[in-house]
Antibody, heavy 120, light 110 residues
């Protein structure tokens, strides 16, 4: 299993960014996928997940209405569209694979993360 | 403030046993959701350490063990080794259909 995030960078407050997570080594369309972030020197914060078939997703309140998760099972890729970014969104963003098709299971594989920096 | 509560740090000498607690509530751990644990070595991505309360993925040494009771869970490390120095996070799910993490515990090997 290999997960590779991309799309991070520096963006101004109020700006937008789209992260991608390219998956390989497993049948992407069979598993739920998650986004988790970690602010500098802080702990892990779960953001959102999407079911294996893309039919359902859930997000933490702090990003609802600003961040949107999506997936393209034909390309084996997970996305996170982030808008109206704030300095407090500065973090390393990880994508993680769920061990099953639905949300309430463990995250058994993680990417190396991509850094998003929001300047004020 | 994290939904699940963990101690900020624990420490022990090589060979000792340390435990990390993870306290939740009736809306997450107490609702029957499993607890999982992750290890994050410095500068690396988290790695699944314990899943389903007390199961170890292949390759995880048996000195790591987990347990769950009511609204809390624990991770124990027996025979502490220098390479166990890392941050440890518990994770579960909430009735609001969101995943929740603990704030993380730094394990220091003295």
């Amino acid at each position: 299993v290999h997960l590779a995030e991309s799309g991070g960078g520096v963006v101004q407050r109020g700006g937008s960014l789209r992260l991608s997570c390219t998956a390989s080594g497993f049948i992407f369309g069979d598993f739920a996928m998650h986004w988790v972030r970690q602010a500098p020197g802080k702990g892990l914060e779960w953001l959102t997940f999407m079911r294996y078939d893309g039919s359902q997703s859930h997000s933490v309140d702090s990003v609802k209405g600003r961040f949107t998760i999506s997936r393209d099972n034909s390309k084996g890729t997970l996305y996170l569209q982030m808008s109206n970014l704030r300095p407090e969104d500065t973090a390393v963003y990880y994508c993680a694979k769920g061990s099953g098709g639905y949300g309430h299971v463990q995250l058994d594989s993680w990417g190396q993360g991509t850094l998003v920096t929001v300047s004020s | 403030q994290s939904v699940l509560t963990q101690p900020l740090s624990v420490s022990g000498a090589p060979g000792q046993r340390v435990t990390i607690s993870c306290t939740g509530s009736s809306s997450n751990i107490g609702s029957g959701y499993d607890v999982h644990w992750y290890q994050q070595l410095p500068g690396t991505a988290p790695k699944l350490l314990i899943y389903g309360n007390d199961n170890r993925p292949s390759g995880v040494p048996d000195r790591f063990s987990g347990s769950k009771s009511d609204t809390s869970a624990s991770l124990a490390i027996t025979g502490l080794q220098a390479e166990d120095e890392a941050d440890y996070y518990c994770q579960s799910f909430d009735i609001s259909m969101t995943a929740v993490f603990g704030g993380g515990t730094k394990v220091t090997v003295l």
